[in-house]
């Protein structure tokens, strides 16, 4: 069983893959691609309808897609397509309604290349999940595999699935979070900003005082001076295991001016219906980090972190004690 991505045009036609129950692509290929068994007749075929595209890496790369889409996703798979509002995602199993052409579809969608799906009435917050998650579902592709099946699997609930790695008693999440909840609150908004710092945002700095319970951070993120944000950090230690409710989530929203985002960085967890208030329209949108995407972040920008801080964690590469 393995897991994939199916875009609908940036969530545009999510509604018409849900209610349908199906997903689909174009490519603007307008005949069956039934009888096609292999990769090498997809490209022929993508390249006989793309006769002014010369480049052996796009047609590649759109024969690949296609290819996974024909003839490499199995019935009992499972695919997810980004809602129309990307903060949340549309999951479902492959059925037994395999390929199918529609020549002139009725229904709003374009894309005449389709596959039956059975989709859950279940949407899935893009930010309950890992960064390396996240990700991977940012890829600009169009049809793709996600290699975290574990990670997805057991996020719904699945009915009986076993992960396909051993458990191990050693949970490397929990011992990094044990080291960063030694740390004070002061402490712990440093690293925060040091982390913002990392990640690409510039004048960051701690701004709140210790159980002010409001903004303790901010940074500006610039984006190639094509834009800039400004993002309102609130930072907290929760013991492992709570989870942090709407309530508290819409206090820092109060915080945040005209223009500025949020973020919400802590050790613990959220509840549901904060993961809801914190994207809901007509506010300003708040980032919500949780304990596990923490130490992702961690990970992945750890060498950027002061050597006073690495050391104050007893961490090395890897997050592992030293």
Not at 77 to 86: K, M, Q
Not at 237 to 262: D, E, F, M
């Amino acid at each position: 069983m393995k897991l994939w991505v199916v875009r609908a045009e940036f969530g545009t036609y999510t509604r018409q893959f849900v209610e349908g129950g199906y997903i689909a692509v174009d490519y603007s290929i307008g005949k069956t691609l039934e009888d096609l068994g292999s990769r090498e007749g997809i490209a022929a075929l993508y390249r006989a309808s793309h006769t002014d595209e010369q480049s052996n890496i796009v047609v590649g790369q759109q024969a690949g897609q296609l290819s996974r889409f024909l003839l490499e996703m199995q019935v009992g798979d499972y695919v997810i397509t980004p809602s129309a509002d990307t903060e949340w995602l549309r999951y479902g199993v492959l059925t037994e309604k395999t390929y199918w052409f529609d020549p002139s579809p009725q229904d709003g969608c374009p894309y005449r290349h389709r596959r039956g799906v059975e989709w859950s009435s279940e949407q899935l917050s893009r930010s309950s999940f890992s960064v390396p998650f996240q990700n991977t579902i940012r890829s600009s592709l169009t049809v793709f595999a996600v290699s975290q099946v574990d990670e997805f699997m057991l996020r719904i609930n699945a009915e009986g699935y076993k992960p396909s790695k051993r458990e191990s008693h050693y949970d490397p999440y929990e011992s990094v979070l044990e080291r960063v909840l030694e740390l004070d609150d002061k402490e712990f908004e440093i690293l925060v900003a040091h982390l913002l710092t990392a990640l690409g945002f510039e004048e960051s700095k701690v701004t709140g005082k210790t159980g002010d319970g409001g903004v303790d951070a901010t940074g500006i993120l610039n984006v190639s001076n094509l834009a800039k944000v400004k993002v309102f950090v609130q930072a907290k230690r929760y013991k492992r295991g709570s989870k942090i409710n709407a309530n508290v989530v819409k206090q820092l929203r109060t915080a945040i001016p005209v223009g500025g985002q949020g973020a919400f960085i802590t050790t613990a967890d959220f509840q549901s219906l904060a993961s809801e208030v914190a994207v809901e329209q007509g506010f300003s949108r708040i980032g919500l980090i949780n304990g596990r995407q923490l130490v992702d972040l961690l990970v992945e920008h750890w060498q950027d972190i002061p050597e006073e801080f690495r050391d104050r964690l007893g961490l090395r590469i890897g997050l592992i004690r030293a």
